[in-house]
């Protein structure tokens, strides 16, 4: 593999509903499944960053989230929106960052265990460089204890990723006492700003 194939190009959206920036992902991830097919040269991976409004998502395993906790989440004044990403439900919103790499795993490795390990990498070695020690769990993500900090929910067809994961910088985590976080009860979930106060 020459180098020139593993440059990432980075996108900052900015601040974004979640409906609208799974429109630019799977604009980015159509070019990478046209270059499999041909259609185009090829496709660049890269690397969506992106702030948003506030949604409660669930991934593929969405069928303990009935039309009432719909309905429920929504009164809260977050938008809810049902993805074909791994996990259970979470929320994104103002003070998270967002990070989608719609990138061809067969550039880098063709794993997708090696992917999200990389991407719990990423957050562990994001939060050491505010003096923080994060680890990986046996749950996927990213903890500060049994803290949660860092999520990862992600789909892949061909090796063409979608979806990624959200790091709390300053995010309001009230938000999050209307849901149980990624199905997972017992354990909580922090911020950036909440571990260096």
Known sequence: M????????????????FKEAEI?????????????????PSASDTLLLVEHDPVYTVG???????????????A?????????????????????????????????????????????????????????????DQETGVWIEDRKIGAIGIHGSRFVTTHGISLNCNTDLDWYK?????GIEDKGVTSLTEELE
């Open 2 to 17: 020459n180098k020139a194939s593993r440059l990432v190009q980075v996108v900052n959206l900015g601040r974004m509903g």
């Open 60 to 74: 593929i395993r969405s069928k303990n989230y009935d039309e009432e906790t719909e309905k429920k989440l929504l």
């Open 24 to 40: 630019v992902q799977n604009k980015y991830k159509q070019n990478h499944i046209d270059s499999l097919h041909g259609k185009t």
């Open 76 to 136: 809260t004044g977050a938008d809810f929106v049902r993805t074909d990403r791994g996990g259970l439900i979470t929320y994104h919103g103002p003070g998270q960052l967002v990070a989608y790499p719609i990138i061809n795993l067969k550039h880098f490795k063709s794993s997708m265990k090696w992917y999200v390990c990389a991407l719990e990498k990423t957050m562990i070695d994001t939060c050491r460089r505010f003096g923080l020690m994060a680890n990986a």
């Open 178 to 182: 209307h849901i149980v976080p990624c």
